[in-house]
C-alpha cells in the first residue's frame, strides 16, 4: 500500500483548521497574523483587532484546558506557542555555514552528515542523500544535565538547516520517542514549507499533538506510510522495515538509489515475543544479504552490554506475580515511561488478575494511549480508567495506579507526592512501588532522594534488576551481531551513543561481523562511500595500492567539518545558543553567588583625581559572615573610584567597581561572584564631562595616528604656549613689526593706513605711513573711538575724493570680518563695526597674526573688549558735553543691555571648549 495522507481528525475541542504554508521569508509576520487569528480571549480594540484585554497585539491563553476526548479520557490541551515566539533565535542566520563533504560532482555519492545523535544519547537527526539532494531522518532533542540551568531541551543545529534547506527533499520519522521527534517545533519551521514530513500511523498521531500545540499542523504536508510499502522521497526509493522497541511502530529505513542502498537501523532489539504481536522482521534483514548494501547504520547505544536484551514478556510475567503477591496489603504503584505502552499490556493482565482498577496519574500517559487508541492499539479501552478525583473514596486494595516521574522530575505527580505535594496522589504506609523503569545516567541523584522520601512516609520499594520490572528497549551485543551478518554491508558506520559506544560498535562489526570497511565519526563530519564491486577487499591501504594502479578508487572517505551549534530552550519563548541563554553566567551565580553595587558618582570638587561616591551594596547566593563583607565590598569600591581621573566615565567606574569588588570576595571567602554595577551621576549637568574627555583623547589618537602616517612623529597632543599680545608680530597682537622685508608683514604696504586722528572725511588725502607709524593698543583704542563718532555726512562726499578700493587681499579679510560681526550683531554695537574692518584692514598691511591667517580666539576676544571699552569712553564723553537739547546723547553707540538667555545660550555652543566633536584641545590650536 502506497504512503497516504493523514485522515484522522482530532478530538473535538482540540482540532485546529489547517494553516496555509507560509514562505520563508513570511516566518515572521505570518506568525503575527496567526497571533491574531488564533488568540482567545476578549476582544481588543486595539488597531490589530486582537484578542485580549490590552487589544491591538492579541492575547493567546495558555492555561491547560481539560477536554473530554472521543475515548472518554480527560485530556488537558496546550497552546505552547502562536507557530514562531516558541522560536527564540534558532534560525537567525549569525553566519554563513558551509556544507561539508566534496563537491557533488565530486567524491563518492552516498554521503551521511548527521547533525545530533553521534557522541551522545538523544538529539538524533541526520542528513542522508545521494551527492547534493538530501533527505532528514528524525528530528530529536536531548534533556539537558544538571549543569545546563534552567534549561529543559538541547535541540539540533536548525541554523545549518534552514541555510541549506534547498537540499533537503523531505523528512521521515523512525519512531516517536522524544529524541527522534521531540524538536519538530523547531526543525519544522526550518525547512522549506513545501517539505513533506514521513512517519508511521501511531508516530503520526503524536507529531499531530505535538504540532498542534504549537500551531504548526498542516494536514496536507506529514504523510503516513507502512511497513514494506516503498515510497519516494527525494534521491531515494525508502521500505520502511518494522523493528520491536520500547514503544509501539518502529522502524528502520532501507534507501534504495541509482548509486547503491544505505540501511538504518533506527533504535531497535529483537523481541521474541513482543506484546502487541509485531514481531522483529527479521526476514526482510535476511533477504537485504542477497543484495549489495553499499553502507549499513545501526544504534550503538546498549553495545557495552553482552548477551541479548529481555523480553517484555518476561516483564510481563513479574508484574503480574508481585501485584497478586500484594493481594489484600493495600494499593499497588506502578511507576514507568509514559510512551512504554508495551508494559501496560502486563499492568492490564495483573489488574484484573488481582481485581484491581487501573487509575493513570499523569497526563503524558493518557495522551499515549489516546494515540494508540486513534491508531488501534491500545493495550485497553481507556473508558475502562479510574478517574484520579476517586482515589481518596476507593478502596486500596482494589486500585492499581500508573504514574510518571520514574527520573525524579520535580513536577511529575510521583515525585511531588514523595514531598507531599500532589494534589491527586498521597502515599500510604502500605502502597507497594513497582519501579519499572531504568535509571537514565545523571539522573541517580534525583530518583535516589525521591524514593528515600517515600520509603519515609512507609511505602514499599522493589527496583532491583532481580526482580526483572524493566527491559531495554536497545539491542544488545548478540543482538548487533547477527543483523550485521545478516545484512553483510560492505560499509559500516555505527550511530546513536557516546562515542565510546561508537568505537566499540565498529571494533565489533571489524572482529565478528566481518565488516572490513567500518569508521566512526561526529557530528558536523561527512561521511561518503560508494559501491564496491567486491565487498572482501582487506583494507584501506590495498584500496589506495589498487587506486594508484588505476584500479577501484576509494570506496569510503571522512570529510571534515564544523562542530554544529546546539540550542537551548527554557521551556518557554527563549531559545538560543549557550552564549544566548547565559547558561554559563547562571552557572556562575548558582556556584559563586551575585553581588550588585550602585555607585553614586559626584564630580564636584574633584580634580584631575579623585572622584567622590557613595556606594549601595548587596549580596546573594554567598557566605557573608553575617553581613560583614558588605561594609568591606563598600570600602574596596570606593577606593578604586577614588582613584580614577575626574573625568573618567561611567563604564570605567563600573569596571573599576567590579574589579575591586571580585578582588575583595576572593580574599575574604575566596569566591568569584558575578558582580552587577549600576553607576550614575550625582548631578546630571556633569555627564557630558566623560564624553568631552573621551571625544578629545579620540580625536588627539586620530590625529597621531595620522601625523605617523605622514612621517610627521607626533607622539601626543602638544599645546602651543601663548604669544604676548605686547609684543610686536606675535599672534593676536595689534603691534606691527617695523623691520621691513618681503610679504605683507612689511611697513610699505600697498594700500593707505588710517590714522587714529585722522579727520572723519576719510584717509582720501593722507599719504602712506611711515614705518614707525604702526598703531599700538592704546592708539589702537583710540581709533575705535574715533570711529564710533564718525559722522554720517561721509555719505555727502564727492566720490572723487574717496580713497582707492584695498586690494584684493583686504577686501578678502573685510568680507571676511564682516560676515563674522554679522554673527555678533546681538551684542555689538553697530557704530563699531566700522573700527573692526579698520582694524582688519590695519591687519592685512601689517602682516596679520604673524601668518595665522587671522579669526582666532584672541581676535574675538580682544574686539570684544575692544568695542564695549569705546562705547563706554563714548558715553562719559556725552555726559561730560551735556548731551542734545532733549537730554539725549547726540552720536555714539546706544547703552549695553543685558545679553538674553537664549543668545548666552547660543554663544556657549560655539564655545570650543564645550564642543565634543572638537579635533583638538582649542587651547592649541585655536580656530586655525
Known amino acids: 500500500m502506497a504512503a497516504t495522507s493523514t485522515a484522522s481528525s482530532f478530538a473535538a475541542g482540540m482540532a485546529q483548521p489547517p494553516l496555509s504554508a507560509p514562505t520563508p521569508a513570511s516566518w515572521r509576520r505570518h506568525g503575527r497574523d496567526r497571533l491574531q487569528v488564533s488568540a482567545m480571549g476578549r476582544p481588543g480594540g486595539g488597531r490589530g483587532g486582537g484578542g485580549g484585554r490590552g487589544g491591538g497585539r492579541g492575547y493567546i ?52 552528515l548527521p547533525v545530533g545523535g553521534l557522541g551522545e544519547i538523544g538529539m538524533n537527526c541526520m542528513l542522508a542523500g545521494v551527492r547534493d539532494r538530501y533527505v532528514v531522518i528524525d528530528a530529536g532533542l536531548m534533556f539537558p544535565d544538571f549543569s545546563d540551568l ?104 532501507i534507501m534504495r538509489s541509482d548509486e547503491g542502498t544505505i540501511v538504518h537501523t533506527g533504535d531497535w532489539k529483537i523481541d521474541e515475543n513482543p506484546m502487541d504481536g509485531q514481531v522483529f522482521d527479521r526476514e526482510l534483514f535476511q533477504a537485504l544479504g542477497s543484495e549489495p548494501v553499499a553502507l549499513m547504520m545501526s544504534d550503538s547505544t546498549n553495545v557495552l552490554s553482552p548477551g541479548r536484551t529481555l523480553s517484555e514478556q518476561v516483564v510481563h510475567d513479574s508484574i503480574i506475580d508481585k501485584v497478586l503477591a500484594h493481594n489484600g496489603k493495600g494499593r499497588v504503584i506502578c511507576t514507568q515511561f509514559a510512551s512504554n505502552l508495551h508494559r501496560l499490556y502486563g499492568v492490564k493482565r495483573a489488574a484484573d488478575a488481582a481485581g484491581r482498577k487501573i487509575c493513570f496519574v499523569g497526563a503524558s500517559l493518557s495522551h499515549y494511549l489516546e494515540a494508540a487508541w486513534r491508531d488501534g492499539r491500545a493495550p485497553f479501552d481507556p473508558k475502562e480508567l479510574m478517574q484520579p478525583e476517586q482515589l481518596p473514596h476507593a478502596n486500596p486494595n482494589e486500585v492499581l495506579i500508573v504514574t510518571t516521574g520514574s527520573q525524579g522530575e520535580p513536577r511529575a505527580q510521583l515525585s511531588m507526592a514523595a514531598r507531599d505535594q500532589s494534589r491527586m496522589l498521597r502515599i500510604l504506609p502500605d502502597d507497594l512501588l513497582l519501579y519499572s523503569a531504568k535509571v537514565i545516567p545523571g539522573n541517580e541523584g534525583k530518583v535516589t532522594k525521591m524514593l528515600n522520601a517515600l520509603a519515609a512516609q512507609g511505602a514499599r520499594i522493589r527496583q532491583g534488576r532481580a526482580d526483572n520490572l524493566h527491559t531495554s528497549g536497545h539491542a544488545y551485543q548478540e543482538e548487533l551481531v547477527e543483523v550485521l551478518q545478516a545484512v553483510r554491508p560492505q560499509h559500516f558506520l555505527p550511530v546513536h551513543g557516546e562515542y565510546a559506544f561508537l568505537t566499540e560498535h565498529a571494533l565489533l562489526a571489524r572482529e565478528r561481523a566481518g565488516v572490513n570497511f567500518v569508521d566512526v565519526i561526529r557530528n558536523g563530519e561527512m561521511l561518503a562511500v560508494r559501491e564496491r564491486r567486491n565487498r572482501n577487499t582487506v583494507s584501506t591501504g590495498s584500496m589506495a595500492a589498487a587506486t594508484a594502479r588505476g584500479g577501484q578508487p576509494v570506496s569510503m572517505v571522512k570529510y571534515e567539518g564544523e562542530e554544529p551549534t546546539y540550542y537551548f530552550n527554557d521551556g518557554g519563548k527563549g531559545t538560543g545558543t549557550r552564549q544566548e541563554m547565559e547558561i554559563d553566567m547562571r552557572t556562575t551565580m548558582a556556584m559563586e553567588g551575585v553581588v550588585v553595587l550602585g555607585v553614586d558618582v559626584m564630580r564636584r570638587g574633584a580634580g584631575q583625581y579623585g572622584l567622590g561616591c557613595a556606594v549601595r551594596c548587596t549580596a546573594r547566593g554567598m557566605w557573608t559572615d553575617e553581613g560583614r563583607l558588605l561594609p568591606q565590598l563598600v570600602e574596596a569600591v570606593e577606593g578604586a573610584v577614588l582613584r580614577l581621573q575626574g573625568t573618567a566615565s561611567l563604564a570605567e567606574v563600573e569596571r573599576s567597581a567590579i574589579d575591586a569588588a571580585k578582588r575583595r570576595c576572593v580574599q575574604f571567602n575566596n569566591k568569584r561572584p558575578e558582580v552587577i554595577c549600576i553607576a550614575y551621576e550625582h548631578d546630571p549637568r556633569d555627564a557630558h564631562l566623560a564624553a568631552v574627555s573621551e571625544a578629545r583623547s579620540a580625536a588627539a589618537r586620530e590625529a597621531n595616528a595620522a601625523a605617523r602616517g605622514g612621517g610627521a612623529g607626533v607622539l601626543s597632543p602638544q599645546r602651543r604656549p601663548r604669544s604676548n599680545p605686547w609684543e610686536a608680530g606675535a599672534p593676536g597682537s595689534s603691534v606691527r613689526s617695523g623691520g621691513s622685508g618681503p610679504g605683507p608683514a612689511s611697513s610699505s604696504g600697498s594700500f593707505p593706513s588710517w590714522s587714529a586722528d585722522a579727520p572723519s572725511a576719510g584717509p582720501s588725502d593722507s599719504a602712506p605711513a611711515p614705518a614707525s607709524s604702526t598703531l599700538t593698543p592704546r592708539t589702537r583704542r583710540t581709533a575705535a573711538g574715533a570711529a564710533a563718532q564718525r559722522s554720517s555726512s561721509d555719505d555727502d562726499d564727492d566720490a572723487a575724493d574717496a580713497p582707492p578700493p584695498p586690494p584684493a587681499a583686504a577686501r578678502k579679510v ?67 558735553e551735556g548731551g542734545g537739547a532733549d537730554g539725549d546723547v547726540a552720536s555714539g553707540p546706544p547703552p549695553l543691555t543685558p545679553l538674553d538667555p537664549k543668545v548666552m545660550q547660543a554663544r556657549r555652543k560655539r564655545n570650543p571648549r564645550d564642543n565634543p566633536k572638537a579635533k583638538a584641545d582649542p587651547d592649541a590650536t585655536a580656530y586655525d
Not at 485530556?75 to 557533488?104: C, I, T
Not at 520519522?173 to 526543525?187: M, Q, R, S, Y
Not at 570680518?817 to 555689538?828: E, L, S
Open 814 to 880: 573685510r568680507r571676511r570680518t564682516a560676515a563674522a560681526a554679522a554673527a555678533d550683531d546681538d551684542v555689538m554695537p553697530a557704530a563699531a563695526m566700522g573700527s573692526t574692518d579698520m582694524d582688519d584692514e590695519g591687519q592685512a598691511a601689517g602682516g596679520g597674526r604673524g601668518g595665522d591667517g587671522g579669526d582666532d580666539e584672541e581676535t574675538t576676544l580682544s574686539r570684544l573688549l575692544r568695542v564695549r571699552k569705546a562705547a563706554a569712553a563714548a558715553s562719559r564723553r556725552a555726559k561730560a
Open 150 to 253: 534552567g534549561m529543559q531541551r538541547i535541540l539540533p543545529d536548525t541554523d545549518f538547516l534552514a541555510q541549506w534547506k534547498h537540499r533537503i527533499e523531505a523528512l521521515i520519522i523512525t519512531h516517536g520517542h522524544e529524541d527522534h521527534i521531540g524538536a519538530l517545533p523547531w526543525v519544522i519551521p526550518a525547512l522549506d514549507p513545501s517539505t513533506p514530513v514521513y512517519a508511521s500511523s501511531f508516530v503520526m498521531e503524536l507529531i499531530k499533538r505535538r504540532l498542534s500545540e504549537y500551531n504548526l499542523w498542516d494536514e496536507k504536508r506529514f504523510i503516513k506510510f507502512e511497513m514494506r510499502s516503498r515510497f519516494k522521497a527525494g534521491p531515494f526509493e525508502i521500505e520502511p522495515v518494522r523493528v520491536t522497541h520500547s514503544i509501539p511502530d518502529c522502524c528502520g529505513l
Open 61 to 112: 491563553d495558555r492555561k491547560p484546558k481539560t477536554i473530554i476526548s472521543d475515548s472518554g479520557m480527560k485530556l488537558k490541551q496546550y497552546v505552547a506557542s502562536d507557530g514562531v515566539e516558541h522560536l527564540g533565535s534558532a534560525l537567525s542566520a549569525r553566519k554563513a555555514k558551509p556544507f561539508p563533504g566534496p563537491p557533488p560532482e565530486g567524491g563518492p555519492p552516498l554521503r551521511i
